[in-house]
């Protein structure tokens, strides 16, 4: 069984549209584009290409990002149980983990 070492990298991406996979998640989209535009650290998914995850106001971003089509995808959002969420909107759309 082959062990994976975390791949940090930083993501930044100017000009990328970010869509949320669910309406819930349409906050975090916006989060998502000001991050991706500044740039931001992310741990590569290691099993699927373009894949990340990423943190961000103590929330956990799993997003796709489309090199290609210059647009990323919240896919995702996880908390731990015990952390606050910063944006009302969000606390409906992560799922504690």
Do not use: W
């Amino acid at each position: 069984m082959a062990v994976y070492a975390p791949m940090t990298t930083i993501l930044k991406r100017t000009g990328y549209d970010v869509i949320s996979l669910k309406r819930e998640l349409d906050c975090a989209a916006e989060r998502m584009s000001r991050a991706l535009a500044e740039g931001i650290g992310a741990t590569r998914d290691p099993h699927r290409d373009g894949f990340y995850d990423v943190e961000l106001d103590g929330i956990s971003y799993y997003v796709h990002v489309n090199d290609n089509g210059k647009t990323a995808y919240v896919v995702a959002l996880f908390r731990r149980k015990d952390e606050q969420l910063c944006c009302p909107e969000l606390i409906g759309a992560a799922r504690a983990s």
